[in-house]
């Protein structure tokens, strides 16, 4: 007779100690939860920006319609794409601590802009007039205390989800450099 074991996969395994880890850091010296997370840009040519995050490159644009030519995701298309993706990872990273095994996560996002504000036609906000989105999440889980607080933590614990629905202090200038 033998007998069949199944193991987590190595990658799952590797996430759920890393995060673990990070978790005892910060419960060990509150000082270690402090991070801080940088971008540049430099607008090169028409709407087309180069933006340099850590070690990663990647460009902004606007599509042909509004005077771009479409050569990457414009800049509130990102702040969409980085709801999705955070939402994505909170619920990965909770799920493996909850002992929750999840087979997929998917996030489906979109928002409203009143161009009347970017272009400055009316005292409309030149930002997102609405966002929403539509979390998936496909697991063979089924205690409902811990689908809950799955939910829960998608919902309280996403930092792009929080920064989207609170207001945060934003502090900067203007500058002209003259050549």
Request: charged share 25%; with cysteine; glycine share 6%.
């Amino acid at each position: 007779m033998s007998t069949l074991t199944t193991t987590k996969p190595k990658t799952e395994t590797k996430l759920n100690e890393a995060i673990s880890g990070v978790i005892a850091a910060v419960q060990e010296d509150p000082k270690n939860a402090a991070a801080t997370f940088s971008v540049n840009s430099k607008l090169e040519e028409g709407f087309h920006s180069r933006i340099k995050a850590r070690d990663f490159d990647f460009v902004s644009d606007e599509p042909e319609a509004l005077g771009g030519k479409d050569a990457g995701p414009n800049p509130v298309e990102y702040v969409l794409g980085a709801l999705a993706a955070c939402q994505e990872i909170v619920i990965k990273a909770h799920a493996g601590q909850l002992g929750i095994d999840l087979k997929s996560v998917k996030v489906d996002v979109s928002g409203d802009l009143d161009l009347h504000g970017f272009f400055a036609l009316s005292d409309a906000r030149p930002g997102f007039t609405n966002v929403r989105y539509q979390t998936f999440i496909e697991t063979e889980e089924e205690d409902p205390v811990k689908l809950q607080k799955l939910k829960d933590l998608s919902l309280e614990n996403c930092p792009v989800l929080d920064i989207i629905k609170n207001p945060v202090p934003v502090s900067g200038e203007v500058s002209y450099i003259n050549n």
